[in-house]
């Protein structure tokens, strides 16, 4: 079952050009103040394949925007479009429309199937970028028989992308991974030795892939970690009343290995010592 070309939806007109790949149907597209793109042709049927060339687009889904940039690879549903990013450079991008019952026959749940986007610091990602780059570079001048061949490929190496937890990132599982990754750092604050590496193996990601969730929210995970830290030892310190318990003692339950780093991180983000702080509450009291 081969495609005619998808009629697309735009502002401005983009330059496109597609051939197919035996069931799949890839088209480039050379857009210029890019606006919204469908396809629509088979709604409901169709998901879709793209890798960034060059410029910036910030896709649209029921998931909200998220910015994509050149290198990007993203499997997006039908009914998504997209906008480009305010840039000197045009965005340039190889799209792959894939029907739905494809990816189900390998056993993909696709019914709720939402924007995904790979993790192109994984070998097995950068591989499918990679191939789809070489189909792009062949401007279907090779046979029918040769497409259709590069067609189950994609899809084979699509699927090993698609069921690989590091190479593919939903947004769905980054909130969720997320989630979990904060939980564990409340429920260890006390732990000395708390990084990186003991949070990622708790929830079952790569430490890299975790500091990715953090930085996309501002921030570190090890920040974070000491922000949380902070929070819990000031409450500590509020609620500390006529009980004997030490500063010294609140710092190291809250996981400082010293009084004098406890202090000096403490007055970086209130801007008083734990002593003057105690002093400061208890007159507001």
């Known amino acids: 079952m081969n495609f005619a070309p998808q009629e697309m939806r735009t502002e401005a007109v983009p330059r496109t050009e597609g051939w197919s790949l035996g069931d799949l149907h890839v088209t480039t597209l050379d857009a210029v103040e890019l606006s919204d793109c469908h396809a629509p042709t088979l709604p409901g049927q169709l998901l879709r394949l793209f890798f960034v060339k060059s410029g910036s687009v ?10 994509l940039d050149a290198g990007s690879l993203f499997i997006a549903p039908p009914l998504a479009g997209w906008k480009q990013q305010n840039s000197y450079h045009q965005a ?3 799209m792959v429309s894939i029907p739905r019952r494809l990816l189900l026959e390998r056993g993909f749940p696709t019914k709720s199937f939402e924007l995904l986007t790979a993790n192109m610091s994984n070998p097995d990602a ?6 789809m780059l070489s189909i792009v570079e062949q401007s279907g001048y090779t046979s029918l028989a040769l497409r259709a061949r590069q067609g189950r490929h994609l899809l084979d190496l699509l699927s090993m992308v698609l069921g690989n937890p590091l190479a593919v990132v939903s947004s769905r599982n980054r909130e969720v991974a997320l989630s979990r990754a904060k939980e564990y750092v409340a429920q260890h604050l006390e732990d000395l030795n708390l990084n990186a590496s003991r949070v990622a193996s708790a929830i079952g990601v790569s430490p890299g892939h975790l500091n990715r969730l953090f930085k996309a929210t501002s921030t570190s995970l090890m920040r974070y970690v000491r922000s949380c830290r902070l929070d819990r030892a000031a409450d500590l310190l509020r609620s ?6 030490s500063i010294g003692q609140i710092a190291y339950s809250c996981g400082f290995a010293s009084h004098a780093h406890f202090s000096r991180a403490f007055k970086e983000q209130f801007g008083f010592s734990p002593r003057d702080y105690v002093s400061r509450e208890s007159r507001d009291i």
């Open 58 to 67: 910030t896709f649209k889904s029921i998931l909200g925007p998220q910015r």
């Open 126 to 131: 950068r591989a499918v970028g990679d191939l």
């Open 92 to 94: 340039e991008l190889v």
């Open 240 to 245: 500390r009343g006529e009980s004997n318990v």
